[in-house]
């Protein structure tokens, strides 16, 4: 069993930042991928961004520019960092960490971006 855990969600204003933070544990043998999604009220959960073992970064076109997300692969942890943030960010934001076949998910940590 896998467990994620995530803080770091609040209120900001626009064009303001935060910072996510996820940490793993458990049963960890390779975390093939680990990540971030998001959900927003009467939306389907969508892709935030997510790092994948040997290198590949993908990153929603909607924060492209403005988010960046890092790895310790030695720690089992990821971070985002959102910067310039806007309204439409207003979401519950989920850890993801993929292993073994299985994908797994944080309880969510909300980030709302409002003046």
């Known amino acids: 069993q896998v467990q994620l855990v995530e803080s770091g969600g609040g209120l900001v204003q626009p064009g303001g930042s935060l910072r996510l933070s996820c940490a793993a544990s458990?049963?960890?043998?390779?975390?093939?991928?680990m990540g971030w999604y998001r959900q927003a009220p009467g939306k389907q959960r969508e892709l935030v961004a997510l790092?994948?073992?040997?290198?590949?970064?993908n990153y929603a076109e909607s924060v492209k520019g403005r988010f960046t997300i890092s790895r310790d692969n030695v720690k089992n942890s990821v971070a985002l960092e959102m910067n310039s943030l806007k309204p439409e960010d207003t979401a519950v934001y989920f850890c993801?960490?993929?292993?073994?076949?299985?994908?797994?998910w944080g309880q969510g940590t909300q980030v709302t971006v409002s003046s």
């Open positions: 993801t960490a993929r292993l073994s076949g299985l994908v797994y």
């Open positions: 790092s994948i073992s040997g290198g590949t970064i």
């Open positions: 458990g049963s960890i043998c390779s975390i093939s991928a």
